[in-house]
């Protein structure tokens, strides 16, 4: 069975439920309460699922702390791809999501074809709080209806990481504005300078291709889908002359042929394996652990630029919606404003490096010049802030995250470990895209 089946009858499965919820609705909570909230005073437990690195630890506690009342139960799942499979498997089985869960900007079209799945928060006030997050990022997650069903967290401009000491050792500037100055262009200049680096220091530029490919569409008008839904890869010169692009770079030897998500356990981002890598706010944390985890630290001597391949472009932010399952509705929905205010989203940049998705935090992280001694002393959140300018995010089918992960995914790592040329690799992600999706 094709993904795209297998998904709509999750969907199928997910409505049938979502009738009994609403019979259900009707008495009163498993729990004696009559489903909408807490009370002023009544003890509660919220459940909370998250994906990634998400920098909610603190807040969770502080949230805690002012509301003694309310037990906070997080679950934080590895990866967006993870925490989509999870979700839908849950609404598929009319039960199990938590609370409050975290939908990935990558599969927001999916969820927009369950929207009734989740509640709608116009009814819990979020209409007032409009203006206070970048509009596209509002718009984001209110369906044809107008229901909205997502409080915005953070939004994903990109910089470039790099490491100071390859740098270094391949005769290149290790300054971040020397940097940021040698990099800006587009992404043919940004691999036109990684086959210099290359070509010294017979070290790969980057890590694999499937994030560089990510971070490469995500800056067309367009990507997998146009804006009225329609599949936008079969014929689409550009989308080919970019995957041509980065197939040259990685015959270069530019690509270090990694894991997703693993990068041998951390050690590659320590022992030199590749040199810079695509990072939006939110993977600043990931970076951060895998250096750790690989037995680094500051002196490792990774850096933040202020410059991308290409200029502004959104990779990932996420949102927070509340099932219609949830039996504390009211008490989640409050949860999740708090959440999302601008001051939180600038406690959450601080602790996870995620840029936040409300006009005023934007405007506070612009404004700070705070160093992030991890990252050699970059001021991350104002060069985040320097890079947001101009993002919009590309409109997401429902299938988006399938295609990066399922179709291109498989396709960009046979081109990376040598099992493919640029043909052979585009010819493999059409046909996987035949069979997952159309």
Known sequence: MSTRALRKTAVGIA????????????????????GSGSGSDEDITLTITTFGTFGYDGLYEEYEAANPNVTIEATNIDTGGNARTDLFTKLAAGSGASDIVAIEEGWIGAVMEVSTEFVDLTEHGIADR???????????????????????TDVGPAGICYNKPAFEAAGLPTDRDEVAELLEGDWAH????????????DKAWFDQSGFVWNSMVNQLAEGYYTADGELNI?????L??????????????????????????????VDGTFATYVCPGWMLGVVQGQIEAGGGDADTGWDFADVFPGGAGNWGGAW???????????????LADWLTQPEQQVKQATAAGNFPSTVEAQETL????TPNEFFGGAPTGAILAERAKGVQAQFKGPDDSVIQENVFGPALDKLDRG??????????????????VE
């Open 15 to 34: 409505a049938t439920a979502a009738g009994a919820l609403a019979l259900a609705g009707c008495s009163p909570a498993a729990d004696g309460s009559d």
């Open 130 to 152: 409009k203006d206070d997050w970048v509009p596209w990022k509002y718009d984001g997650a209110t369906d044809p209806d107008g229901r909205v069903i997502g409080y915005g």
């Open 234 to 238: 079969d014929g689409n010169s550009e």
């Open 366 to 369: 612009a404004a700070d010049a």
């Open 320 to 334: 927070l919606s509340i099932p219609e399952s949830s039996m504390h509705k009211e008490a989640a929905a409050e």
């Open 190 to 201: 940004y691999f036109e300078v990684g086959q210099q680096y290359t070509d010294a220091s």
């Open 240 to 269: 080919r002359e970019r995957f041509d692009l980065l197939a040259a770079a990685v015959e270069g030897g530019q690509s270090a042929a990694q894991t997703e998500w693993d990068w041998n356990g951390g050690r590659s981002f």
């Open 419 to 436: 099992e493919a040329d640029a043909d052979e690799a585009w010819d493999e992600a059409l046909g996987l895209l035949g069979d997952l």
